[in-house]
């Protein structure tokens, strides 16, 4: 049986994230599973998605950027933001041309301020605004700062009005917003028509899972695809401990640094600082149990100025485990 770690699925379009764990669950035959942040139905691309225990450490991808393959056409508007929304109004693009959409597209680099649409997940008093669009009521959305890291026009088709374009952004950036603000800048309207998440984190496109293969691949094929929990978690530090301060730390106990073998310093050099970071992740250690024969992750611990200590986050190995190297 596959107890725990994560799969890189490749999500089809047509089926929500809810779908994808639906049809893993029944593949993998474990109940506890979950995916790493939320692809819209018509969206397709990398789907990282967590078994078992390995489900605790979804919080931590967060800080993860995120890269998308978009296709945008121009002088349409939708009330969705894309192509398979209502239309609300379809305008000509005269005068639009290659230096005007270059142009338009400038404005959207770096921190900016992005409203999220009236069809997405996010609450307000409690409820998805997509529940108060569906309903006809009208409800204060306010802007939030995303950073897009990487923004690059691959191409513009002014015959077909079509502008494909990659984008490598913070969580919570809505690209088919970006359309929109885009064609509103070019006064001529615009919506997303494509959507590919090409990479997230460390996961990406090219060692994705095909969702209809994994559905017939025999257990011992799907276990050759599992990740282990800790391969997402690259900016934390890593501390190496014995098996006595092992079964402490699996027990709740904290950990003097001065019992570790600490073999890398959390990172974030590469993090922009406009990012926000929860403050303890820069802290952070992914905690190993040594062994002559490898290592076993035992789950993530931050550092506390309180306690000079390290004191565990999430707790991945049983007490039984530590015998096991």
Not at 14 to 30: F, L, P, Q, Y
Not at 186 to 195: H, I, K, N
Not at 199 to 214: C, W
Request: aromatic letters at 8%; glycine letters at 8%.
């Amino acid at each position: 049986m596959i107890e725990n770690g994560i799969l890189n699925i490749n999500k089809p379009q047509g089926m929500t994230s809810h779908d994808v764990v639906s049809r893993v669950r029944r593949a993998v035959g474990v109940k506890r599973v979950g995916h790493t942040g939320t692809l819209d139905p018509m969206a397709t691309g990398v789907l990282p998605v967590c078994i078992g225990s390995a489900a605790r450490i979804t919080e931590y991808l967060d800080m993860d950027f995120k890269t998308y393959r978009c296709t945008m056409l121009l002088g349409k508007i939708t009330d969705t933001q894309d192509i398979w929304g209502d239309v609300l109004e379809e305008r000509g693009t005269d005068g639009v041309d290659a230096s005007k959409i270059k142009d338009a597209f400038e404005e959207f680099y770096g921190l900016i301020e992005q409203k999220p649409p009236m069809y997405s997940a996010v609450r307000v008093n409690g409820r998805r605004l997509y529940e108060y669009a569906r309903a006809g009521e009208e409800i204060e959305v306010k802007s939030r700062r995303v950073y897009i890291k990487k923004l690059e026009i691959e191409d513009i088709d002014l015959e077909t009005n079509t502008v494909r374009f990659c984008v490598q952004c913070s969580k919570g950036t809505y690209i088919r917003t970006i359309c929109q603000d885009v064609g509103q800048k070019l006064g001529c309207g615009a919506v997303m028509t494509a959507l590919e998440r090409t990479a997230s984190g460390r996961f990406d496109l090219e060692t994705a899972v095909e969702l209809e293969k994994l559905q017939q691949m025999s257990e011992e094929e799907i276990r050759s695809l599992i990740l282990p929990a800790d391969f997402p978690l690259v900016h934390f530090g890593q501390v190496l401990v014995d098996a006595h301060t092992a079964k402490n730390f699996i027990d709740g106990h904290h950990l003097p640094l001065s019992k570790c073998d600490v073999l890398r310093e959390p990172e974030f050099r590469n993090r922009e600082p406009e990012i926000a970071i929860r403050p303890e992740y820069r802290r952070a250690y992914n905690v190993y149990k040594k062994s002559t024969s490898g290592s076993l992750f035992l789950g993530v611990a931050f550092y506390s100025d309180r306690y000079k200590k390290l004191v565990a986050d999430k707790v991945l190995s049983r007490g039984d485990s530590i015998g096991n190297i």
